[in-house]
């Protein structure tokens, strides 16, 4: 079986900011733009979240239009509403650094 595992280069859309969950542990979720052809001119928003140490660490170096590489895996998640299934998937942040390109 193959692992799990995401690699992205992209720009913040927003300036990264932390929060706590009810157990007080750290987290994060910001949304990553990556190019998505060679042309430069279509996009993909994607969904990202960091924990702990990590989302600390990004928020630091985190701002609107900072470039990164992010290295982690993909998670899929559901919740109800409406009664409905809703269904999201994000990239679990294991580890990134910051992008020139």
Do not use: P
């Not at 993909?74 to 990239?91: C, E, F, P, W």
Request: some cysteine; overall charge neutral.
């Amino acid at each position: 079986m193959e692992n799990n595992h995401v690699e992205l280069k992209g720009t913040l859309t927003r300036n990264i900011e932390v929060s706590k969950s009810q157990k007080g542990n750290s987290f994060t979720k910001f949304t990553l733009k990556c190019l998505r052809d060679d042309q430069g001119t279509r996009f993909d928003y994607v969904g990202c979240i960091a924990f702990s140490e990590i989302a600390e660490e990004l928020e630091k170096v985190g701002t609107s239009n900072t470039k990164f590489k992010i290295i982690g895996n993909l998670q899929t998640s559901s919740y109800k509403k409406d009664d409905q299934k809703i269904y999201s998937m994000n990239v679990v942040v294991e580890s990134f650094e910051l992008s020139n390109e």
